[in-house]
């Protein structure tokens, strides 16, 4: 797996045998802030298209497809199954598996908000500033006392799309400090070496 390629190996024994196999080392973490040592890099921001792969952003980005786990750990996710965005299809099988249907979770509450403050959009010395919604969760009983101005419904799928749609939103390491961490890859996970 793309995301384990740079980690180190360990031996393992089979248990009831005498047979040992290479596993890959997971209690070794590499951090990119450490690896940096705290210096000030620069990241640009970059939203992922439907389907778009690690290592597809690593190749547009950066020229090299094997740098995909890091675009990974930059952005501190660790299971590629479960913390990148899901593409159209994936998303709507993920529903089908976990809930039956795409319909079940689209009519299937899977809380109650009540909003503190609309979304607004504020003049703000020449310039036009989002003021975000503000929104809290409350049990039904509260719900239902609210005008439906102060209301909303959140279905299962609204709230797994919106878990999904946020990882899109990702942050990318600028070249020359990709340059210093490739460079140094076959030491990262040395002992001593910003590990986590």
């Known amino acids: 797996m793309f995301l384990f390629r740079p980690y180190p190996t360990v031996r ?9 196999i290479a596993m890959t080392n997971l209690t070794k973490r590499f951090a990119v802030a450490n690896f940096l040592n705290n210096a000030r890099a620069s990241f640009d921001e970059y939203f992922v298209q439907d389907g778009e792969r690690p290592d597809i952003i690593a190749y547009q980005y950066y020229g090299d497809q094997t740098l995909d786990w890091l675009i990974m750990l ?5 299971d590629p199954y479960f913390e990148w965005v899901l593409s159209y299809e994936q998303f709507n099988e ?3 598996q976990k809930y039956g249907s795409v319909s079940a979770a689209q009519s299937t509450v899977h809380h109650y908000e009540q ?22 969760i409350v049990d039904y ?16 799928y609204d ?15 600028d070249l020359n400090y990709t340059l210093l961490i490739k460079e140094q890859h076959p ?9 986590r």
């Open 74 to 78: 930059t952005n501190e996710m660790h």
């Open 94 to 96: 993920y529903l089908r």
């Open 12 to 20: 393992y024994r089979v248990p009831g045998t005498k047979k040992t």
């Open 159 to 173: 709230y797994e799309n919106e878990l999904n749609e946020n990882r899109r939103h990702i942050y990318l390491l």
């Open 187 to 195: 030491y990262i996970f040395d002992e001593g070496v910003s590990v």
């Open 115 to 136: 909003i503190l403050q609309q979304k607004k959009t504020v003049n703000d010395n020449g310039e036009q500033r989002i003021i975000p919604e503000k929104k809290v």
């Open 141 to 156: 009983t509260t719900y239902a006392s609210l005008t439906a101005t102060e209301r909303k419904t959140v279905t299962v």
